[in-house]
């Protein structure tokens, strides 16, 4: 019998650093650098997250066969440098600042990952939108099926529409730098107030509050839009090619202001560009999702890059658009990249088969990351004094639903940790969905966010039918589905009258804490076959209630990354006004722990998005 293969593939230097290591093929462990360095969006060379995978598989650096990394640093620096020779002498800071960091770090990748794995083997390549691809389609449930990638810029593409059969991908046409797609949300982003590369979902969360009155502004002045949904960007309006800004004086002049201050309040503006671009957002993603169809001819669609995490805008692909079936990479953006570029190698470097199950994709449920023994678990909570139960699996599952009904809010930590930017049921936070208090509550008292921000629901994958528009799973809470008719609250005469944030805490159906404004909800179904200690626990609520559905947001406060260990499980729970922690096979309630004494000012030390 042969030894084991194994390949390792990283992803670094933008955004949303990532390690994913395969055995034989098979997806061993995955997960971002940011949970373990509790910086979010960290972007720095994953070590922590290799030194997990390394650690899951018991290998060393030395016992891999292959090391890979998710995009081409010498193309990707040939476009930075046409840019700045494009536009010379404008962009001079901008390269002044870029420059230096490539010449010292990011074009010498073999001698970085080299020296900090200790490893000597072989480093491989793969372009970035390949990368996505194969995210997309390698792990998806198809044999064969059309690929759609789109995100703000790999090394030249900003977009692709590809093929995926057997062990094989090919990408048929790509979308190029500067016109992006993801660049251009970014930009509204950046103009809204928001953190680029990290407030894009809070621009589609305001959408619905505003009017796209601005669409007609953007096809005319910004976007110049085709049929096949390329597109040409009017660079006259925007910064990224030579400032340290996404948008300029010529963007604020059309739009009639400078952009919002971060912290600065949300006015109906910021509410009707938010609904304006993310109108011209679904619309292109329709677009190219119409072109996929007419290229492939397939009735499969797999999507990946940052821009597939436009929930909303799947959603409209599903409904709307040629395909009969879509699956969304859960580690859409670059984090899945690491991802993409190990199953390239193994597919495309090694020859090796790919093995489809008919029906379920290979991601196991996205819970590819660290998990943590009871032993290990109480012990921390030994360390701090923490006051807690162990209690039998059935015991916990009963009383937690219990506790939700009763409108408590649970922490709730179990198992291996989500790969991908969305709590999964492994590193949440739950509440009761029936609670028209619920989201209000959640936002400020525990999340500490924007008032405006909806909460997910997870519901039962056999119930889903009975809540919303959806007739098939949607494990990774990447499509938006409508609420079912039958559940609404039809509004009045005087609530159908208000406008913008005063929409906000407006019963519209029997499950209001998920109900978004505009009658939808960003949908997560699960199944016992992937989360069985979550699905149990949806089912003892669901007994109780006569409710399917639970509240689930991801376990973190505003600005920090998803919770990763217990340490900083029962950090956020102190923190916040969390009632009770589930911390398997533990339970923690509020109530009986000792006082919590901050060292620093932790909410001044994090850097909000």
């Known amino acids: 019998m042969s030894a084991p293969r194994y390949i390792l593939g990283v992803s670094a230097f933008y955004h949303d650093s990532a390690a994913c290591l395969l055995r034989d093929g098979v997806i061993v462990a995955a997960a971002q650098e940011e949970r373990f360095t509790r910086k979010k969006g960290d972007a720095s060379l994953p070590q922590n997250a290799i030194a997990y995978c390394l650690q899951t598989a018991g290998i060393a650096a030395a016992d891999l066969d292959v090391l890979g990394f998710y995009d081409k640093p010498l193309l990707k620096f040939e476009r930075i440098l046409e840019t700045y020779l494009g536009v010379v002498p404008r962009g001079l800071r901008s390269f002044l600042m870029a420059g230096p960091l490539w010449i010292k770090d990011k074009l010498y990748m073999d001698r970085q990952?080299?020296?900090?794995?200790?490893?000597?083997g072989e480093v491989l390549y793969a372009e970035h939108h390949e990368s996505h691809a194969a995210s997309a389609f390698f792990p998806s449930p198809f044999?064969?099926?059309?690929?759609?990638?789109?995100?703000g810029v790999?090394?030249?593409?900003?977009?692709?529409i590809g093929v995926g059969r057997g062990n094989e991908i090919e990408l048929l046409k790509e979308l190029h730098w500067p016109d992006s797609l993801g660049l251009l949300y970014s930009a509204f982003t950046y103009y809204t107030g928001f953190k680029v590369n990290s407030g894009e979902y809070k621009v589609m969360g305001l959408a619905p509050y505003g009017e796209p009155k601005y669409v007609d502004t953007i096809l005319e002045e910004l976007v110049d839009l085709k049929e096949d949904g390329s597109f040409i960007l009017n660079q006259k309006y925007f910064n990224y090619l030579t400032g340290l800004t996404m948008t300029n004086g010529a963007f604020d002049r059309l739009f009639g202001g400078p952009p919002r201050r971060p912290e600065g309040r949300v006015t109906q503006r910021e509410m009707d560009l938010a609904a304006s671009v993310q109108q011209v957002c679904e619309e292109i993603m329709l677009r190219m999702a119409r072109t996929a169809h007419e290229e492939t001819g397939l009735k499969d669609l797999c999507l990946a890059g940052g821009v597939a995490l436009n929930c909303v805008g799947n959603g409209r692909i599903l409904r709307e658009g040629p395909f009969e079936n879509i699956w969304i990479q859960p580690a859409a953006g670059d984090a899945g990249g690491a991802l993409g570029v190990a199953q390239l190698i193994w597919h495309r470097y090694c020859g090796e088969p790919r093995k489809v199950e008919s029906e379920r994709d290979s991601m196991r449920g996205a819970y590819l990351g660290p998990e943590y023994s009871p032993e290990e678990i109480r012990a921390y909570l030994d360390s701090v004094g923490a006051a807690y139960r162990m209690m039998d699996r059935e015991?916990?599952?009963?009383?937690?639903?219990k506790l939700l009904a009763s409108e408590k809010v649970v922490g709730w930590f179990d198992g291996r940790m989500e790969f991908g930017p969305r709590a999964l049921g492994s590193r949440s936070i739950l509440g009761d969905p029936r609670s028209p208090r619920m989201q209000e509550q959640m936002n400020l008292k525990i999340k500490f966010r924007e008032s405006f921000r909806p909460f997910a629901p997870t519901v039962l994958v056999d119930r889903v039918g009975d809540y919303f528009d959806l007739d098939r799973p949607s494990p990774y809470m990447l499509l938006v589905a409508p609420v079912r008719e039958d559940r609404r609250i039809p509004l009045t005469t005087e609530q159908k009258e208000l406008f913008g944030i005063d929409r906000l805490n407006v019963p519209r159906s029997d499950i209001p804490a998920i109900t978004h404004v505009n009658y939808s909800a960003r949908v997560q179904t699960?199944?016992?076959?992937?989360?069985?200690d979550y699905y149990d626990l949806i089912r003892e609520f669901d007994g109780l209630t006569g409710c399917g559905i639970v509240v689930n947001t991801s376990f973190n406060v505003r600005g920090e990354p998803i919770v990763c260990s217990p340490a900083d499980a029962y950090t956020c729970f102190m923190r916040t006004r969390m009632d009770y922690l589930v911390i398997w096979p533990f339970l923690l309630d509020k109530a009986d722990?000792?006082?919590w004494v901050e060292e620093e000012d932790w909410r001044a030390a994090i850097e909000l998005d």
């Open 593 to 595: 722990q000792p006082e």
């Open 526 to 532: 699960v199944s016992r076959d992937d989360n069985p």
């Open 395 to 401: 015991s916990l599952l009963r009383k937690a639903a």
């Open 143 to 151: 044999e064969e099926a059309a690929i759609l990638t789109m995100d």
């Open 113 to 120: 990952l080299r020296s900090a794995l200790g490893y000597d």
């Open 154 to 160: 790999g090394e030249w593409a900003t977009a692709s």
